[in-house]
């Protein structure tokens, strides 16, 4: 069903209306509608052209990926929004990044049950790194974060919090505040985190301390040792790996063990 | 010419504990040299005339690739470097962050062509040596960082180049998004009619260029043909997508499942969790199933249920809590993890 009706009367008061426009100098939306659909074929032109001469550069340097999502982001354009944006079908960013979103989420899934749902930014890079093989295009870390920002979409379950210099990815719904986020940065350097260390740190009470530390228990994020000298300590298995890295051989292992 | 790479651990034999973290690997006409990438006045350097061969190391799973240099061994001449001796004759180059098959490839053209044979080289190895007078050609450490910063404006006038060109497309864009917005303020505002084919129209090209959809929420909310299309592929309904799918088609195709009267839809638990359930699925059913299951084992936590009942753990939460939202199920909370019983509290009144 039209909203424009025919007949006289719609014709008259079209074009009254059409008069005033020109009076206050502005233009009728469907003339601009029309305006839009030429430019976006010339855009399209343009694009393709860009694409023959640049796609490559797109595809193999990440810091030009960056550079070319920024500058989209300051004109208010998101590139990564639909499969079926010019961008995408033409530079081919869209694929890029949906397939990594993809890889970053089996790689969460695999370490799950690890970690309970907390990694690392260097950890998460160097395993989707291994998981694309040594043929694949490189990614930077940037990518990794674009990715997983569009995987928000998917609902709850995958944010990124900052901690130290770096990030940690969570990939499930687990509920962090404040609180929770500033224990995870403080157990940074060490891997693990005390009662005293964050009351001494964070000057906060027992009791809050003690909370927030159950509930990092609780969503499988840390692990209790009763065993370490002194007091208890929690220990964040996200943390882990960039500590404890060094990869070592027999000997050394054996050599290790007392 | 010059090659160079970025996170390269430097190793001295076999060893794992002498080596040399996060370098970058330099490659020139007529020697190898590591650079610390912090610190850049440490670097170490071979030539390229005492390599004897070099040998590829692939990646692997929980391993860099490498590049095995072996050399010949250490002229009286030499100066002095990292180690006064040492048993091994080759060093180990370990790529944190791929690029061993480019720089092997290239290591290997220059030990092909030799072409240090034909240039004159300094033996000096000290950064703060400036460049000798009278020499015409940049030779030293000096040199083969000049030679490097050539070959860097080089690439990045290629680089700069594609900005260029994509500086000037993103204006354009730009234009594009400033018209898109009058557009949708006038159809907010209701001056000018359009029809719904034209507003349509217009959503689809927001869509082409990726531009948030300011128009007020309609019946379809941001879908477009498109994702009325993917909602029927997913309901099962057309063929199923070949493609990747970005996540935000995702959504919206899901959006539109119920308005299109498909047999799926989008459920968004409490939490934010988001489901595609089947239509015929009720909450009801879903509830009831829940106490069922407690009840019979008397209490459940969400991995025990999800193992029982053959879902994913995060379904599984969100069932039992709903039925606890619904007064079926009740909580004990405590740092062995959420367990869930039956809600005596209401049926034994």
Known sequence: MHRRGV???????????????????????????????????????????????????IRKNPEFRVQFQDMCATIGVDPLASGKGFWSEMLGVGDFYYELGVQIIEVCLALKHRNGGLITLEELHQQVLKGRGKFAQDVSQDDLIRAIKKLKALGTGFCIIPVGGTYLIQSVPAELNMDHTVVLQLAEKNGYVTVSEIKASLKWETERARQVLEHLLKEGLAWLDLQAPGEAHYWLPALFTDLYSQEITAEEAREALP | MPEQERHITAREGASRKIKFDAGTLLLSTHRLIWRDQKNHECCMAILLSQIVFIEEQAAGIGKSGKIVVHLHPAPPNKEPGPFQSSKNSYIKLSFKEHGQIEFYRRLSEEMTQRRWENMPVSQSLQTNRGPQPGRIR??????????????????????????????????????????SKSIANKIKDKQGDIT?????????????????????????????????????????????????????????????????KLPLRLRVFDSGVMVIELQSHKEEEMVASALETVSSKGSLTSEESAKLVGMSVLLAKERLLLAEKMGHLCRDDSVEGLRFYPNLFMTQS
Do not use: W
Not at chain 2, 148 to 163: G, H, P, Q, Y
Not at chain 2, 237 to 251: F, G, M, R, T, Y
């Open chain 2, 196 to 260: 719904e084919d034209e507003t349509i129209r217009f959503k689809s090209y927001l869509l082409s260029m990726g531009i948030a959809n300011p128009v007020t929420r309609e019946t379809y909310g941001s879908g477009t043909q498109y994702h009325m299309q993917l909602a029927k592929q997913l309901a099962g309904i057309l063929q199923a997508p070949l493609e990747l799918l970005s996540p935000e088609d995702l959504v919206n195709a899901c959006k539109m499942l119920e308005a299109l």
């Open chain 2, 138 to 179: 940049a030779v030293g450490i000096v040199g083969i960082e000049r030679k490097l910063e050539e070959k860097r404006k080089e690439t990045d006038k290629n680089i700069s180049e594609a900005f260029e060109d994509l500086s000037k497309l993103m204006i354009k864009a730009k234009e594009m998004v400033e018209l």
């Open chain 1, 7 to 57: 007949g006289a009367g719609a014709i008259a008061k079209k074009k009254l209306a059409e008069a005033k426009y020109k009076e206050r100098g502005t233009v009728l939306a469907e003339d601009q509608l029309a305006q839009m659909s030429k430019q976006l074929d010339m855009f399209k032109t343009n694009l393709e052209e860009f694409a023959s001469k640049h796609k490559q550069e």
